[in-house]
């Protein structure tokens, strides 16, 4: 078979920062389609089998946009373009890239950086309520936190309200010191993080003074009735099916909620049944609410995040499988 090429023309910054550190990137791409390519004259020349090489160009194409569109190539980024390219989605990427919903307060856009992502974003502004399932490391809560403070900023809501459960994550830490506030704010730690970050310190405190910005653990929420606000509540695996009812009747006229939370992460006492898990069976035919599962191909986290989670994932489909072959066997 007679060997094939294409040339692509790129200008030199975007190509340096496409290669990559010593052409790391490229190499990726080299390795994952069997192609070669090589920089030529202010260009890229791609050779190897036919399809193969289209699907390289069709890849280094779509991150030559981000590129000239201001964003850090990352390895995440090279990684999801590959994967699209092997599943033959061509410009998706560029197309998941050209949605920003907002900056950090150092300037940096936030963006959905996956297709899951971004059907969860889309979801978000198209239904009042909204379950984003899915594993650590997929920006169900930082993309909930963004849109929240997006919908703030242009007066759509009137306040943010961000709740979790006050549970440990699998070990007690006995009796915390200080008052009731400085008790729960480990819990709610990560989203103050997020808030930090999208919004500035400065700006967050003036708007916690307020009362615009509320974040507090679940209890808290009970006898209370939440209009014209954006509702988060994180960690939903770790709801009681009680507590879950009462949030969700809490939502009141002019208000939006996204639940987030990982099935595969539940610190509830054994044999507690989870609130999330009852909510998406109770909840499934009712319209005007969404479920968005993310999954390992969505995780946006350092690269050895995303192969923890896909190991984890396997070993447990493993162990379920084991698990119902030796429930038949004693059936018989």
Known sequence: MSEFSMRLDMPVEHMRKIFGMQDAYVKKL???FGVSIVDRNGGVSISGREDMVKRAESVLRQLSIISERGNEIEEQSVDYAITLGMEEQENALAQIDSDCICHTVNGKPVKPKTLGQKAYVDAIRQNMLVFGLGPAGT???YLAMAMAIT???NDEVS????TRPAIEAGEKLGFLPGDLQS???????PLYDALYQIMGAESFAKNMEKGLIEVAPLAYMRGRTLDNAYIILDEAQNTTPAQMKMF?????????VVVTGD???KDLPAGTKSGLDIAIKVLKKIDDIAFCTLTSKDVVR???VQKIVQAYENFESKEESRSRQKSRERQK
């Open 263 to 265: 099935n595969s992460q």
């Open 302 to 304: 350092h690269p050895l």
């Open 151 to 153: 919908a703030f900023k």
């Open 183 to 189: 008790k729960v704010d480990p819990y709610l730690r």
């Open 159 to 162: 306040r943010i309200i961000l």
């Open 248 to 256: 969700l009747t809490r939502i009141g006229f002019g208000s939006k």
């Open 139 to 141: 920006g169900k809560t």
């Open 30 to 32: 080299e390795r994952d």
